[in-house]
């Protein structure tokens, strides 16, 4: 039996539980019966969990306690969607417990898993039943129980997995939605494929994923991938720009970090003590060299052209790269800056407009990580920076970010993009940050944002029998109803969106939506709202047809 757990068992641990969820992925994706396009805990949960076997493998550790920071570390900038930020804390608590351990006992490891489970509640503002919350606390809880009386940890975590299964079974009376689906919780489901990935190790036994499901069919994979089918438009910056220069001054690199970020992105700056290796890509190499200049002379180059690689695997010729920009280091900081989340390049143009000064590509079913939101945050020159995550399974993710930087984060709690926007319509330098939060907050309530999207699966939800591919049709999240074709969903939108008396309407059409369309929807809109002020605008968005913002 094993009574302890050293550094080299909990990366096995970790490991294994990585490949169990993304062994799993797909089933657990399965789970999410809400009828929007949503399915990604089992993607967030591997790819958080990943993160951390990723970073573990990279060396070795002397104890338990370095070892559990290093993962902790890694899923937190790793996290993604709800789920892959409550899993991270879990194990962040974890970590804190173990820190300057070399090992732990049953009972020491019991303790690890209650801060874990404290540190996840205490983030979340309102825990709610029938989540993944209550599986991780249950099981704990029966960890403690048998901690107190043995110490040996196989049985410790067969009855945690028990307690568990018990508790992950009773999700589905818990929370309505998923009792008028009969599914259990996809999150709770996911951290059950833990605990028993974490037993499998304990008793020696090889990690052996299960075949899937014959419902769940496999998804089809290609030798290589097919280059002519990505635009090349994507690449933003056209030269991977790599070198090593020496270091003959006291210049601070972090100058050189801070300003690589404005000219470029992927920037990795290793510095030691008597060199700097520089990997960038951006559209001035020459521009990059020289400033390296100003630091030592450089010892090793190599610059690739992405769009003629590109080009070159697709097919294609080489088209000419965008205009280079001019040398600089990076801007003077300002008090305030934004940071915005949304899909489409309209959407993202539109909030370029208003004055948000970084991006982050993301929504629903493309949650970005915490790391990804850090990164925009740390490229904001300003010493507070909003940010508007406009999507609540991205809200926590965002949130994490407050601790790991020396900027002032304050995130705005937006739920779509018209509250973002509109809350970003509210950025006054001249105000505090206390007025400009209120005055945000007041100005994203004032708006109910109007959804039409579709469906992914065969479901049920609020007595409505709903099938894979009819367009769906929601207000402030809560459905009105589904239709088999477009058309149908005007009259219902417009009486949902008379309890509102609408002064300002805005529609948001998406990638798959031609100009005719939208314009057509906006003129039947303005027949049924002639007295409210009315724009189209097209946003490019995936996943939602339509977004209208009823204000």
Request: one cysteine or more; hydrophobic letters at 40%; charged letters at 25%.
């Amino acid at each position: 039996m094993k009574e302890f757990i050293d550094a080299a068992l909990f990366r096995d641990i970790i490991l294994c539980a990585s490949a169990a969820l993304e062994q799993n992925r797909q089933l657990i994706n399965e789970l999410n019966v809400f009828p929007v396009p949503d399915g990604d805990t089992g993607t967030n949960m591997s790819l958080t969990m990943g993160a951390a076997a990723s970073e573990l493998m990279k060396r070795e550790f002397d104890t338990l306690g370095a070892a559990a920071d290093c993962a902790a570390g890694a899923m937190l900038r790793g996290a993604r969607g709800n789920s892959g930020v409550i899993l991270s804390l879990l194990f962040r608590g974890l970590a804190k417990k173990l820190k300057g351990c070399g090992q732990a006992d049953a009972r020491l490891f019991a303790e690890a898993m209650t801060a874990g489970v404290d540190s996840a509640y205490k983030a979340v503002m309102k825990p709610a039943e029938g989540t993944i919350l209550p599986v991780p606390r249950v099981a704990t809880s029966s960890a403690v129980e048998f901690a107190e009386h043995g110490g040996d940890l196989e049985l410790m975590f067969s009855c945690a997995i028990e307690s568990a299964q018990e508790a992950l079974a009773d999700t589905v009376n818990l929370n309505p939605v998923l009792k008028r689906a009969g599914v259990v919780d996809a999150g709770g489901k996911g951290y059950v494929f833990i605990l028993e990935a974490s037993l499998a190790v304990l008793r020696g036994e090889a990690y052996v994923p299960e075949q899937q499901p014959e419902s769940i069919p496999a998804a089809a994979v290609k030798e290589r991938a097919d280059f002519a089918e990505f635009d090349e438009g994507e690449i933003n910056f056209t030269y991977c720009t790599e070198f090593i220069c020496g270091r003959e001054n006291d210049r601070d690199p972090e100058r050189m970090r801070q300003w690589l970020t404005t000219i470029g992105d992927c920037v990795v700056l290793v510095d030691d003590d008597e060199i700097i290796k520089v990997h960038v890509h951006t559209n001035t190499p020459g521009d990059v060299l020289s400033v390296a200049l100003t630091y030592g002379p450089l010892l090793k180059v190599k610059i690739e052209n992405m769009r003629e690689q590109h080009s070159e695997m697709a097919g294609g010729e080489a088209p000419s790269a965008a205009e280079p920009a001019e040398p600089e280091f990076a801007p003077a900081e300002k008090a305030y800056g934004s940071v915005a989340v949304c899909a489409g390049e309209g959407m993202a143009e539109l909030f370029r407009e208003l004055g948000v000064d970084r991006i982050v590509t993301g929504g629903q079913t493309m949650n970005p990580s915490t790391e990804d939101i850090l990164n925009e945050v740390n490229r904001t020159p300003a010493e507070t920076v909003f940010v508007f995550p406009n999507n609540k399974n991205i809200q926590m993710a965002a949130e994490q970010c407050a601790p790991l930087t020396e900027k002032n984060v304050v995130v705005i709690p937006t739920r779509t993009v018209p509250q973002g926007i509109s809350a970003m319509l509210m950025m006054d330098e001249s105000a505090s940050v206390d007025e400009l939060r209120e005055n945000m907050l007041e100005a994203a309530a004032g708006v109910h944002t109007a959804l039409v999207t579709y469906a992914a699966r065969d479901s049920e939800y609020d007595g409505h029998d709903i099938h894979a591919g009819e367009y769906l049709a929601l207000m402030d999240g809560a459905l009105l109803g589904s239709y088999k074709e477009l058309d149908g969903l005007f009259d219902v939108l417009c009486e949902s969106a008379e309890q509102f008396s609408p002064a300002v309407l805005s529609v948001y059409y998406g990638e798959d939506v031609s100009g005719e369309e939208a314009e057509a929807l906006g003129g039947r809109l303005a027949g049924r709202f002639p007295d409210a002020e009315l724009s189209v605008v097209n946003g490019g968005q995936p996943v939602y047809y339509y977004m209208v913002s009823i204000e």
